[in-house]
């Protein structure tokens, strides 16, 4: 569409996940620093919390691809989708996890399972790790099942079975306090808040972005096209990825080599989720 336009060799902004878009800024490095202490320090459970967009499958993705080098040490399992029941999130960590079981296998067959094998990686001095997006979904007793898992005692001067990260909305915070998950709630002794980007972050976030899609040229957005997706997007990446993608298609319709707050006015008016800036829109237009 426009990539030939601008110069790009894929398209920048995109909605999936792709560890290779990663920026560094202080805030979302600071959370996978984070997640990497909190597994080297043993601890059973972590919390990652955030907004909607804020980049939590992107963290939760970087995490689990340092892990991957780190194969004589740790084994990685990654439950995207948790609105399961206590039988069907047991099936999920067994398949995660890679293990051969009867798909009628009960609730505590796969305990079992799961159990033995976190006891084995244990003995040959690995620790299991489960990473658990959108855990705000969760029933209680699906979470309850999964701290049972963390409450195994490792091989003699082994590392910890199962370490688990969950990552979710504010309203995991909620969740965490209703009186079935004190338990849980009591070991979940560290927790991170990821925030939404500041006005530097938005501009970093855009360069950066654009450089490793292909882009190598002046800055593509002007300063006022820079503000007005910051001050509409309120620093949120999903929503920053959303308006950047349609201020490109909107320049390349005119013909534009550049992208000005003019063109990132018309993206704010497609998009539903831009609502506060509506009355701002009107008087761009009518000036």
């Excluded at 293990?99 to 609730?107: G, I, K, N, V």
């Excluded at 979710?168 to 927790?191: K, Y």
């Excluded at 509409?232 to 000005?260: D, E, Q």
Aim: hydrophobic share 40%.
């Amino acid at each position: 569409m426009y990539i030939q336009h601008f110069g790009l060799a894929q398209y920048p902004f995109s909605l999936t996940p792709n560890t290779r878009y990663f920026l560094k800024l202080p805030s979302h490095q600071r959370a996978f620093d984070f997640i990497i202490e909190a597994l080297r320090n043993g601890e059973s459970f972590t919390k990652i919390t955030g907004e909607v967009g804020t980049g939590k499958t992107m963290l939760c993705r970087k995490a689990l691809n340092a892990l991957a080098v780190l194969q004589d040490r740790y084994a990685t399992a990654f439950v995207p989708n948790p609105f399961l029941n206590e039988e069907g999130i047991m099936h999920a960590v067994a398949e995660e996890f890679h293990l051969s079981f009867d798909p009628s296998a009960s609730y505590y067959d796969l305990l079992k399972l799961i159990t033995e094998e976190l006891i084995r990686l244990s003995t040959e001095g690995k620790t299991a790790v489960l990473f658990i997006d959108e855990a705000q979904a969760m029933p209680e007793e699906s979470l309850e099942a999964i701290r049972l898992l963390t409450t195994l005692e490792s091989a003699a001067n082994g590392p910890t079975p199962l370490q688990v990260i969950l990552f979710g909305q504010p309203e995991l915070d909620e969740l965490l306090q209703r009186p079935a998950l004190r338990e849980l709630n009591r070991d979940l002794s560290v927790s991170f808040q990821l925030a939404a980007l500041d006005s530097d972050g938005v501009e970093a976030y855009l360069n950066h972005r654009l450089i490793k899609a292909g882009y190598n040229g002046y800055s593509l957005f002007t300063q006022k096209a820079i503000d007005l997706i910051f001050q509409s997007s309120k620093g949120v990446p999903r929503l920053i990825n959303i308006l950047a993608h349609k201020s490109l298609m909107v320049a390349f319709g005119k013909g534009a080599s550049s992208l000005t707050d003019i063109h990132v006015t018309l993206a704010i008016a497609d998009t539903e989720s831009a609502q506060p800036l509506r009355s701002q829109k009107k008087h761009l237009f009518s000036s």
